[in-house]
């Protein structure tokens, strides 16, 4: 038991009042969480207790929207899924998520397809993403805002309005999936 309390072992709930309650003796609780993003998710993952969330086909709240980035996405976040498939957004990422950076150290895998995004896509700092899939929305522009996610491996980008050359993505080493039909970039 000592050892345990000691070594704090990670376990997934996916129920939001496991992770609310004060005590769980030796484990250290983490949300897996899939339904519909909201507030109380939203402080959960502030407090580090939420690792994964679907929120995939559901209704997302304005006010909830504006927290995601700063909330979710940014310096201090511990996240390591977030998807918003289908969430019916039709707007810019600015309108919709606000100016603040996407900065996350530790964000492995972002889904935003689907989601009837439009403009240029927004600049990503996320250095450990590894899963990126923006398909099926209204994103214009190149890919330089995703210079920054080097560890790559897998980027869907189908059916945007996208134009230039790959050229942005020589960083990337790792990947090995990319998906960029219906667009007009050219390159290898």
Avoid at 90 to 111: M, P, Q
Avoid at 138 to 145: A, H, N
Wanted: with cysteine.
């Amino acid at each position: 038991r000592q050892q345990l309390h000691r070594l704090r072992p990670l376990v997934g709930v996916r129920n939001l009042a496991v992770v609310q309650r004060p005590a769980h003796g030796p484990w250290h609780v983490t949300l897996l969480y899939e339904g519909e993003l909201s507030e109380a998710v939203l402080e959960q993952a502030q407090q580090g207790r939420v690792r994964s969330i679907n929120a995939s086909l559901r209704k997302l709240v304005p006010a909830v929207a504006r927290r995601v980035v700063p909330e979710l996405l940014g310096a201090s976040c511990s996240l390591l899924l977030l998807e918003l498939s289908g969430v019916g957004l039709k707007d810019t990422w600015a309108s919709t998520f606000g100016e603040a950076a996407v900065c996350s150290a530790v964000l492995r895998k972002l889904y935003l397809n689907l989601c009837r995004l439009q403009g240029p896509l927004p600049e990503l700092r996320l250095p450990a993403l590894q899963v990126l899939d923006m398909n099926d929305n209204q994103l214009t522009g190149g890919l330089e805002p995703l210079q920054s996610c080097a560890a790559l491996q897998e980027l869907f980008l189908n059916a945007n309005q996208l134009a230039g050359g790959l050229e942005p993505l020589r960083g990337c080493t790792a990947l090995q999936q990319l998906d960029g039909s219906d667009n007009q970039l050219t390159g290898e």
